[in-house]
């Protein structure tokens, strides 16, 4: 018997030259069963992706309601689809190196099956097309204005939301208990974990979340994931590995609270506090205190980097940032998470 890593089963667009533009997955698998395994190894035998007929979805249809009758149904459904179906089945956890695997992929985080860095993404960026997201889908840059001008014949306008290699998630996955104010500021591929509230300015990036509940009033840049009960205050951001954080993964504990305007490029335990205004890099230079507030030592912030209970501030005589312990843990308000 076999055991894949992932599984998808799903519904795209393809632009004229038959070339994927991207995949909805309504019920991705994460090590599915050695049964749900071999019966779609035994449909679809070559590997990664396939692209099913209609006569192979209606055999799985008849082959696992009794192992799964979630996808046993979508099966049935998608043999009388007139849009592209495909089937990606991973042995492991591989860089994706098509878009139906990517989109999997993507689709792991936001379904919560995986967190930030639990799966490879390795040259995704290569691999996901640059397209127009408009209210008829995705579609190809190099077709865009074709098909703009045929829906001016139609009598209709082709509205472009936006131009990018990522689509909002919501187009793919609306997680459970979140509220989401501005959708086109969480990118497929975010985590956003259990009474997580993202307001209007609220970034989460691909890669990245936050565990549940959260408040996100500033970025969560790609790579960055934060612990439950922190708080992300308006303006804030997170050092990612995409934007000057290099190698380093970034991180925020349990309890934290970047205030407003705050940022931080070191990754940071439980029940810390940057206070507002303040952007701790690597190399910023810190004032330790003692419990005395008297300084104690000067130290580059790396050097703090995965302590808990600090909180940062700057001295507003002199200038100079300063560091000491904040065992005062961050009590987000829970009927503002409250998502129903």
């Known amino acids: 018997m076999s055991s894949l890593y992932a ?94 695997t990517a989109y999997l992929k993507l689709q792991l985080l936001s379904h919560r099956l995986v967190k930030p860095h639990q ?20 579609i190809d840059l190099d077709e865009l204005v074709e098909r703009q001008l045929q829906a001016r014949l139609a009598g209709k306008t082709l509205l472009v939301d936006c131009v990018d290699k990522f689509p909002k998630m919501v187009d793919y996955v609306v997680p459970s208990g979140v509220r989401i104010a501005d959708t086109a500021r969480v990118r497929l591929g975010a985590y956003v974990g259990e009474g997580t509230t993202v307001m209007h300015e609220g970034f989460i990036n691909f890669n990245a979340g936050a565990q549940g509940p959260n408040m996100v009033e500033g970025r969560i840049s790609a790579g960055v994931f934060v612990g439950a009960g922190s708080d992300i205050g308006g303006g804030a951001s997170t050092m990612g590995t995409l934007s000057g954080g290099g190698n380093i993964i970034i991180s925020l504990g349990e309890q934290c609270l970047l205030g407003a305007n ?53 001295n507003s005589n002199n200038g100079a940032v300063e560091c000491l312990t904040n065992k005062t843990a961050v009590q987000l308000n829970e009927a503002l998470h409250a998502s129903n």
Do not use: H, M
């Not at 799985?60 to 192992?67: H, S």
């Not at 799966?119 to 995705?138: C, P």
């Open 7 to 100: 599984l998808g089963i799903g519904i795209g667009t393809k632009n004229s030259k038959g070339e994927w533009l991207e995949v909805l997955y309504p019920a991705p698998r994460l090590n599915p069963s050695a049964a749900l395994s071999d019966a779609i190894l035994a449909v679809c035998p070559d590997g990664a992706v396939s692209e099913p007929s209609a006569e192979q979805l209606q055999l799985l249809a008849t082959a696992l309601p009794e192992i799964d009758a979630e996808l046993a149904a979508l099966c049935l459904r998608l043999a009388d689809a007139s849009a592209p179906v495909a089937i990606v089945a991973l042995a492991a956890d591989q860089p994706p190196g098509d878009v139906p």
């Open 119 to 138: 799966t490879d993404l390795s040259g995704v960026f290569g691999t996901l097309k640059n397209l127009a997201w408009t209210n008829q889908g995705a």
């Open 262 to 314: 705050a940022g931080v490029g070191i990754p940071l335990g439980d029940r810390c506090t940057v206070e507002a205004g303040l952007y701790i890099t690597a190399g910023t230079q810190v004032q330790l205190l003692d419990e005395n507030r008297r300084p104690v030592e000067r130290v580059k912030a790396r050097d703090l980097a995965g302590g808990s209970d600090l909180l940062f501030r700057r």
